[in-house]
């Protein structure tokens, strides 16, 4: 499942890329918002990554949408167990996953057109973890977040 959180910023792109996974059968859930009326973008940030962390599909993925793509991408690494990505070129989405397994692909609406965008999500999308080394590296980034140190 594809869990997909915007504000007023990234309104506009995330209705976008709904008729693009709706086009593609890709099923999605939208957390909001609804319309292009001003709205914080931390709160839907945290309830769009907490519904993908809720679904028992490890394989569940949120695009977030704000003007530049970054406050959200700041908010959504709040939350315990998001590795979000603020990409706007397709090397950094595909890598993105190959290297960091992101879980969640961050975009500015007022940074990037649909038609880059939705190459972002499809290559985001359908790229899988390479795993290996790259595993301890996501194993230090959790131990940052539970309060190790990584230098002791
Ligand atoms: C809203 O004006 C804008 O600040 C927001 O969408 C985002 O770009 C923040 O990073």
Redesign the pocket.
Known sequence: MIYLGA????YALKEEIKAYLAEQEIPFVDCGTDSTA?VD?APIAQRTCRAMLADADRDSRAILC???????S?AANKVRGVRAACCSDYFGAKYTRLHNDANVLCL???VIGPGLATELVDVFLHTDFEGGRHQRRIDQIAAIENGEDLNA
């Open positions: 504000d007023h910023g990234g001003s973008y704000c003007g530049t793509g970054i406050g959200i700041m500015g609406g007022r």
